[in-house]
């Protein structure tokens, strides 16, 4: 595959490449969310105990390894297959296929915690509009800008994510205004030492739920065949995306937790309260201007964050589909737009239904994010046992540093996401272990015959 190819009209089953270095970090940065932790910091607040900061700096450790094993195995696997191809050149068939479906699981239901948490912002302006509304609006008009094409794409999202960026350091730096001025409503250390003492177990259980935060940078991996440059240009993106992320994450948690009156107690004692919770701290903290500014940029970020995960599915569909692992008419791309349509109408169906039947419920944002991590946190698991597949069994290049890089680092980043799915809700864990088994019953029977390529 010619790394440097130009962009052209594609052929049945291959893609335009026509993204930049550039457009992949605001790919990666519009999906994570630049505030993302906005909607989620009530649930977070609630399970740690208030210790919401510690929670975003574990959880960017443990994706950072994570980022480690996607750069190595993007580079000397670039397709938009993503996990699916990995697990199959680093483990086997099977694997792979089990490994696609699990991140289905992920990218199936991500974008749907994407549109709700449109939905909730919304929802806080006008109270009036119920947030299956707002949820519905989102999906079609992002699924339209989806099936156009990534140069299209591209550009809006270049000019949501500064728009975020821009409404989160309003925020950051009127929230230190008040803090300067006013003082904490928590003590200054609390969002890392937690309310009334420090759990490691309450913390873990949260970082279960805070990756969700993250899922994002991996979906640039299903874009590798839409790149101009080289194949690193994936991995350099899918790092610059984890770092700033994280630093962004553990300063709006920061002070978003000392700036509220809401404790975690109470927000574990009544979950209808945890979605709004950031957006309640900053209207009685700073004023109403404040929460209607943030609340419309995470409305539209969230939107379009929906919006690159539903185009990452489609292409994970659409490489499974090439390999003959899902139906083959789900692998055709427009030679038009150059994206796979009916791929990303399938997943637009998905994300409409789960998204709305979770906004009827009062608890749907925290069971759809626990479900949502497990398929991604037992896929990155297979991940990393596929870099040590793919180069220490499969390829035993005797590089220096290879038992290092390939070995110890892929080993470790696998037992501390094993640790965190651990902790993740016990609903969670049935829900994706279902999903797991008829994911691996599926892979037995499919691969007793050859694939078709």
């Known amino acids: 595959m010619d790394a440097n190819a130009s962009e052209t009209a594609p052929a049945q089953g291959s893609l335009k490449r026509s993204l930049t270095l550039g457009q992949l970090v605001f790919y990666g940065l519009v999906f994570i969310g630049p505030a993302a932790a906005v909607g989620i910091y009530g649930t977070l607040d609630a399970k740690s105990g208030g210790a919401v900061a510690s929670v975003y700096v574990i959880a960017t450790l443990v994706m950072a390894f994570t980022a480690s094993s996607y750069m190595r195995m993007s580079r000397e696997i670039p397709r938009a297959g993503s996990v699916f191809a990995y697990a199959g050149a ?32 919304l ?26 094409g990534v140069r299209v794409a591209s550009k809006v999202i270049t000019a ?68 101009k440059g080289t194949v690193r240009l994936v991995g350099r993106a899918t790092l610059i995306c984890l770092v700033v992320a994280g630093l962004l994450f553990v300063a709006q948690t920061y002070v978003g937790a000392l700036l509220s009156s809401t404790t975690p107690a109470q927000l574990a004692a009544d979950p209808s309260l945890e979605g709004a919770a950031y957006y309640v701290a900053v209207e009685e903290s700073i004023g109403e201007w404040l929460h209607w500014l943030l609340a419309l940029s995470k409305a539209a970020g969230a939107a379009f964050a929906a919006m690159v995960g539903q185009g990452a599915g489609s292409r994970i569909i659409m490489d499974m589909a090439r390999e003959r692992r899902l139906p083959h008419a789900l692998a055709r791309v427009s030679e038009r737009t150059g994206v796979p349509v009916r791929s990303i109408l399938i997943t637009a169906a998905g994300n409409i239904v789960v998204a709305v039947w979770a906004a009827t419920r009062a608890d749907g944002l925290d069971i759809l994010s626990s479900i949502v991590n497990v398929g991604a946190l037992t896929a990155f698991i297979l991940l990393h046992v596929s870099v040590i597949g793919y180069y220490l069994v499969r390829q035993k290049a005797a590089v220096r540093g290879t038992w290092f890089m390939h070995g110890v680092i892929p080993a470790v980043g696998a037992v501390l996401l094993v640790i965190v799915l651990a902790s993740a809700t016990h609903l969670a864990l049935v829900i994706g272990l279902v999903w797991f088994v008829i994911g691996l019953l599926v892979a037995l029977i499919s691969h007793r015959r050859p694939a078709v390529s």
């Open 123 to 148: 929802n806080s302006l006008f109270p009036s509009v119920p947030i299956w509304v707002f949820v519905a609006v989102a999906v079609v008009g992002t699924t339209a800008l989806n099936l156009a």
């Open 160 to 227: 949501v994510v500064l728009l975020e960026v821009l409404v989160l350091l309003i925020v950051l730096v009127c929230g230190a205004y008040v803090l300067a001025t006013a003082g904490p409503e928590r003590p200054w250390f609390s969002p890392f030492t937690g309310i009334g003492g420090f759990s490691l177990v309450a913390v873990l259980a949260a970082v279960s739920v805070a990756v969700l935060s993250f899922l994002g940078f991996d979906a640039l991996a299903t874009f590798a065949e839409e790149t």
């Open 90 to 121: 680093g483990i086997g068939p099977r694997a792979g296929y089990v490994s696609g479906w699990m991140i289905l699981l992920d990218y199936l239901l991500i974008p749907s915690v994407a549109y709700m948490f449109t939905g909730i912002a």
